[in-house]
């Protein structure tokens, strides 16, 4: 009952006819079949994309600020991110349907190194785009010649972007010979599976 009271209250704002949806299961399912799973997904796969990206790119500025110091300020936060990261990894791979496992030794399985292709992957994409903005900067400053590279970065841009959600529906495809296949791979890089420490 508490809930339906809360569900209510967030939902009068948007009129009574939405309460109805809110409440009524059955309109909701169909609302989400009508939706296109494509468009879903994709959004969805691109967003864990740059979520990777983004907290790996916070890494490397805490380790270039800690480098430039000659000391470790902020080792700790840069080891709770990389976890975080990490833990976004996998949400990605569970939600793909792709099982990166550990393998407990110097040799790596191939998930964990379809895991660092991707990491490097949208870490690139992100420093493509901060390339992007730098140039658009002197852009609109009078160097019109620039927008060339702009628009050479920003075709390497929607490559890398596609090559990523190629290598994860390749990976979803060939599941079971990716699972089968090792080959090294730094360990610091690499997905670690909770039920694994």
Sequence with gaps: MGEH???ENVARGYGSKDVALIND???????VE???PAVWE????????YAIGHLNHCEQHLIEVDSSVGT???GDIINRIREQRKTVGEALFLI?????TKSGSNIRTSWESMWCTLKH????????DECVEKILKRVGGGDGELIKYVNMLLKVRYSILESLVQLLSRARASAE???????????DLCVESSKDE
């Design 5 to 7: 009271v809360e569900t």
């Design 25 to 31: 299961p059955q309109l909701i399912n169909k609302d």
């Design 34 to 36: 009508q939706q296109k």
């Design 42 to 49: 994709e959004a969805l796969i691109q967003e864990f994309l």
């Design 72 to 74: 470790t300020i902020f």
């Design 96 to 100: 793909e349907k792709l099982e990166a």
């Design 121 to 128: 992957l949208t870490t690139a994409l992100i420093h493509i």
């Design 177 to 187: 010979i990716i699972t089968r296949a090792s080959v090294r791979c730094r360990e």
